[in-house]
């Protein structure tokens, strides 16, 4: 059942011990939004904790700093910037039906809750600023920090087009609050693993371009994510390199996952419909953002590439 | 003498044929505060021109967006965003000690313009914003775009400490004109050339660590810069990478300016003084960002630093 902001924040003036779910590889929004809405209900002194089936990468550490953990057994359970039950991971699978109330952002929500508060806004960090304030918390420089963050991050720092009005104006108010928005952003998208700087000169050394430089392409095979021990953080941003180059279109990211199975991602710039392209290879997604799936050596599935970029673009092969 | 920017605005009001000089190596903020204040001129019913020393580069050709040129004999010059009359370049050079008003936020303005509005806020279009607001004309969706821009590049997208409750406040602003902030930001910060490119490569490949990884070196060296027909604009965020990597305290950049000569550009955390570690280098700077100059072959530049280098550290060598 749809609800609004004031409900929720009654829902959980009246609720107690509460148990809070994070998304597996939990991100910047719902951790600030797990930890934020977490010091509200601590402050109006109720027993209140974060949960997640995935270990908490070190770089988010700061997000719950000053709160000790609980033990309780739960009486109301909340899920922040979860869409699907299915993302609450192995370890929290058994709270799937059993969500009392679900907050998020995102308009694929499954409504598995009970009761979700949707809104589709930047971040599920924004819509935590509107419950804590109808909660009649005041907001403190801790919270401020787990809310700023989230709204960065799910923003690209105030970079993507999902970024309103609403977003710079809450913004402002949790600057007000003294937070050091520049330590946040330093260690959200600065701080890199050598794993990192690793893959990205092999991706750039990958580089292709194609037809007049309109097309662009990099290859991550499975063996440079082997050599440079690199996670799935690390490959952070390879996805926007092809696009990025001055006169590409389309942009074209070849992932090997397994040797011999590729993942293929395309971005494209207008007019040029990256989800037709993908379509014609198996796959599918957005106009702008799309994908397929390919098997072969790198060299085979670029041959199954070109004359689809070539149709796309209009030019001969 | 310091105005206030009320003071500015009737000084503005009450100019006709107002010539507006930007600064050499123009930047977002520069020109946006240009033609911002020029279409807000216009829309007075005066002539008014921006002008540069420099070409401007095409990246920035949205600015100016149904501005057409104007001719005139100035009546009246104004300067924004320029600390000093040096940066004016050759061209503009002629106009050095006849600039009647200059609006910057540069603490280090040299007080060159017979009026100086100055605030040391985050970028001169904030200031522009208040001037236009109080010379009662109403901010259409162009002058937006030109403030935003000036307000976003001069803050890497509201990244750096500068960015403060007021910077957001002006951005909700500008953003409920209309305006396309992401078309916006990927002009201003994701487009890069194929030297970019290709630079950034040879400085991943060149990176060094030191220190138990405390301290990591790039170089640039002039064959790399001949090679790569790289541009000044091709070197942004470069200096940031060795910081980038995850547990370095103390980053260093080296480029071989002309052949044998470097310009050897240090970037430090807490409690790490690169001024301090540079001076004994013969150069200077602040406490997290100096320089120097050294010369000789890259491994002779490099064993003069590591001795400093590892002192800085408090480590042996
Ligand atoms: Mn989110
Ligand atoms: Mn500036």
């Given at each position: 059942?749809?609800?609004?902001?004031?409900?929720?924040?009654?829902?959980?003036?009246?609720?107690?011990?509460?148990?809070?779910?994070?998304?597996?590889?939990?991100?910047?929004?719902?951790?600030?939004?797990?930890?934020?809405?977490?010091?509200?209900?601590?402050?109006?002194?109720?027993?209140?904790?974060?949960?997640?089936?995935?270990?908490?990468?070190?770089?988010?550490?700061?997000?719950?700093?000053?709160?000790?953990?609980?033990?309780?057994?739960?009486?109301?359970?909340?899920?922040?910037?979860?869409?699907?039950?299915?993302?609450?991971?192995?370890?929290?699978?058994?709270?799937?039906?059993?969500?009392?109330?679900?907050?998020?952002?995102?308009?694929?929500?499954?409504?598995?809750?009970?009761?979700?508060?949707?809104?589709?806004?930047?971040?599920?960090?924004?819509?935590?600023?509107?419950?804590?304030?109808?909660?009649?918390?005041?907001?403190?420089?801790?919270?401020?920090?787990?809310?700023?963050?989230?709204?960065?991050?799910?923003?690209?720092?105030?970079?993507?087009s999902?970024?309103?009005?609403?977003?710079?104006?809450?913004?402002?108010?949790?600057?007000?609050?003294?937070?050091?928005?520049?330590?946040?952003?330093?260690?959200?998208?600065?701080?890199?693993?050598?794993?990192?700087?690793?893959?990205?000169?092999?991706?750039?050394?990958?580089?292709?371009?194609y037809f007049?430089?309109h097309c662009a392409l990099?290859?991550?095979?499975?063996?440079?994510?082997?050599?440079?021990?690199?996670?799935?953080?690390?490959?952070?941003?390879?996805t926007a390199?092809p696009r990025?180059?001055?006169g590409v279109d389309i942009g074209v990211i070849?992932?090997?996952?397994?040797?011999?199975?590729?993942?293929i991602s395309v971005r494209t710039g207008e007019p040029y419909n990256a989800s037709a392209l993908c379509s014609k290879l198996g796959g599918g997604g957005h106009a702008r953002a799309a994908g397929c799936a390919l098997?072969?050596?790198?060299?085979?599935?670029?041959?199954q590439m070109l004359p689809v970029l070539a149709e796309a673009l209009g030019v001969?092969l």
């Amino acid at each position: 059942m749809k609800i609004l902001t004031s409900d929720a924040a009654e829902m959980l003036q009246s609720a107690d011990d509460i148990l809070i779910l994070t998304h597996q590889s939990p991100d910047g929004d719902t951790l600030g939004s797990g930890f934020a809405i977490c010091r509200a209900l601590r402050r109006l002194g109720k027993r209140a904790q974060v949960v997640c089936s995935d270990q908490i990468p070190h770089k988010y550490a700061y997000l719950w700093e000053g709160l000790d953990s609980q033990q309780f057994t739960p009486k109301f359970i909340l899920a922040v910037d979860v869409a699907d039950p299915k993302l609450l991971g192995n370890k929290l699978s058994v709270y799937a039906d059993k969500v009392d109330l679900c907050i998020d952002h995102h308009g694929s929500n499954t409504q598995y809750a009970k009761h979700l508060l949707l809104e589709e806004c930047a971040a599920t960090c924004e819509m935590i600023y509107g419950v804590i304030g109808a909660m009649g918390v005041e907001l403190d420089r801790a919270m401020a920090e787990d809310l700023y963050t989230g709204i960065s991050t799910d923003t690209g720092c105030f970079r993507y087009s999902n970024t309103t009005v609403r977003t710079h104006l809450i913004a402002a108010k949790l600057l007000g609050l003294g937070i050091d928005a520049y330590a946040i952003n330093r260690a959200m998208f600065e701080i890199k693993s050598p794993s990192f700087f690793a893959l990205r000169k092999l991706a750039l050394d990958s580089m292709e371009t194609y037809f007049d430089g309109h097309c662009a392409l990099i290859y991550i095979t499975y063996q440079n994510m082997q050599s440079t021990s690199a996670q799935q953080e690390d490959l952070d941003g390879l996805t926007a390199i092809p696009r990025q180059m001055e006169g590409v279109d389309i942009g074209v990211i070849l992932k090997e996952k397994e040797p011999g199975a590729w993942k293929i991602s395309v971005r494209t710039g207008e007019p040029y419909n990256a989800s037709a392209l993908c379509s014609k290879l198996g796959g599918g997604g957005h106009a702008r953002a799309a994908g397929c799936a390919l098997t072969g050596t790198a060299q085979q599935v670029r041959d199954q590439m070109l004359p689809v970029l070539a149709e796309a673009l209009g030019v001969s092969l």
